[in-house]
């Protein structure tokens, strides 16, 4: 693996038109303007895909694997998200989505739905009664994570140190079919059908593991065409492993609900996630006990790689999910699941370390005379966060001036002002 930090949005220059659309709902104001051109500041960019659905020219795009990796494996295994199951109409059974996903060139094809049952077991049946942090903030959306490591690093130690249901699920399908090929694993491939651009990131850079068991992601749009054209011509697959419960995980809440908590808050979208978080750091919100973030609107429903209209999806999961059995739970599943998690199968392995980008200079006195400066700038803007200037905030463009990043940043609104102040005056 590469050392150099793989990012999953990419911009298509060409396709810009300099609209300052993307600057508005980037997050971490990892876009500028230069030269007529959006810019992606790679070090703060976390792959939500906010601008990829913004942009009206398509001038963001993610990368992705194609179907081709499958030849890289002497075996290979699907793990298609359960967001998948939310694309089709109800009349779609599981089983055919399942078939018709195998048929993409897979060997075996295996549901989340195990590793989202293993997490629910140990998180309500042994983190929540640990004495951590609180509130428990849930690992399984990677855009958060890296929001997290960004702007809220106080709030790192609140992270359950869980993997997420694809990590989980791809390990086990790997040692079965070690067990059942006699192959190594290295000869196994796992790809994951992804809704999600942050998911791809974060497989090639894990956060809280040293590798991913996840050999590849494809992006669901990429290959809903051809799952469509195959459903007809497929026998369903007979062996289900959703719940109702691990079928609502996609869904904002379908985690909190799954885990049993009783106090628990459930925020989909990233800027309201982001007020959430401003409200935890500040210590606002004391007795809460598990809070469920999501990037995109309604959950993973609403990824960027998607094809179905985020609520319609969620309708269809859900009626799904009335279809299923409930999961059984039993003493000596709990058990081994618990074990799993202090064996250090299934928990996160290495510490999430802060990024401290939003830092002014290595220096705290540089720093802190760096921030004296912004102040200052600010003084002379109109604070309007226009835009016009390539910077997404008035404050951004002042740091933008202070690190040295934007040389010849001009703030066209003040500009204006003072041209007809004094023409007035003439």
Sequence with gaps: MSNKYFHSVILEEDRCIGCTSCLKVCPTEAIRL?????????????????????????????VADSLSITKKFAYTIA????????????????GEMLAAVKSL???????????????????????????????????SCPAILRL?????????????????????????????????TGLDMQDIGVIFISPCTARVTSIRNPL?????????????????????????????????????SSMMWPIIGGQSKAIGSENYLAVDGI??????????EMGKLEGLEFFEGTACLGGCVGGPLTIENPFISRNRIRILAKELPMPEHTPEYIEEAIRMYNDGLVRLTEQI????????????SKSMKKMEMI??????????????????????????????????????????????????NS
């Design 34 to 62: 230069r030269d007529g051109k959006a810019r992606i500041i790679g070090e703060k960019c976390i792959d939500c895909g906010e601008c990829i659905r913004i942009c009206p020219n398509h001038a963001k795009s993610a």
């Design 79 to 94: 793990i298609p998200s359960m967001v998948l199951f939310g694309q089709f109409n109800s009349k779609v059974k599981i």
């Design 105 to 139: 060139g897979f060997d075996e094809v295996y549901e989340p739905a195990l590793g989202a049952e293993i997490i629910s077991a140990v998180i309500s049946n042994h983190i929540l009664k640990k004495d951590a942090p609180r509130p428990l903030i849930n690992s």
């Design 148 to 180: 997290i490591q960004i702007r809220f690093p106080d709030l790192l130690p609140n992270i359950i140190d869980i993997e997420t249901p694809i990590e989980i699920t791809a390990r086990i399908a790997k040692q079965d079919a070690t067990r059942k």
């Design 208 to 244: 809280g593991i040293k590798k991913s068991y996840v050999d590849g992601v494809v992006s669901m749009k990429s290959v809903f065409g051809e799952i469509l054209r195959n459903l007809n011509n497929v026998e369903p697959e007979n062996i289900i492993k959703s719940t109702s």
């Design 271 to 280: 800027g309201e996630v982001i007020k959430v978080l401003e409200e935890i």
């Design 353 to 364: 370390e802060p990024r401290s980008i939003m830092r002014l200079d290595k220096d705290i």
């Design 375 to 424: 102040k200052e700038i600010l003084k002379y803007l109109p604070g309007l966060d226009c835009g016009v200037c390539g910077a997404p905030t008035c404050k951004a463009f002042a740091e933008d001036i202070v690190k040295g990043e934007n040389p010849r940043s001009v703030c066209i609104v003040k500009t204006m002002e003072n041209f007809r102040n004094k023409k007035k």
